[in-house]
């Protein structure tokens, strides 16, 4: 009947728009993801390298501290 036909249209296109959205949800939390790890490799080098200045720096004290 026609009411039988307008509620499977109705659920094709409920069930398409849930595909849609999860696509939409999982690309977002990909990039997300993405961000995240280049956010935090950013900070990761920066942090190293300043460990790397307070290494050669105190590096430099002690051999003025032994004279050589």
């Not at 307008?6 to 659920?11: C, D, K, Q």
């Not at 999982?26 to 300043?50: D, G, N």
């Amino acid at each position: 009947s026609y009411e039988v036909d307008i509620l499977i249209v109705y659920a094709d296109i409920v069930f398409i728009e849930n595909l849609i959205i999860n696509y939409v949800i999982l690309y977002v939390t990909t990039l997300l993801k993405k961000i995240k790890y280049h956010i935090l490799e950013y900070y990761f080098r920066q942090y190293v390298e300043v460990c790397m200045l307070c290494l050669l720096y105190t590096s430099d004290a002690a051999d003025d501290l032994i004279g050589v």
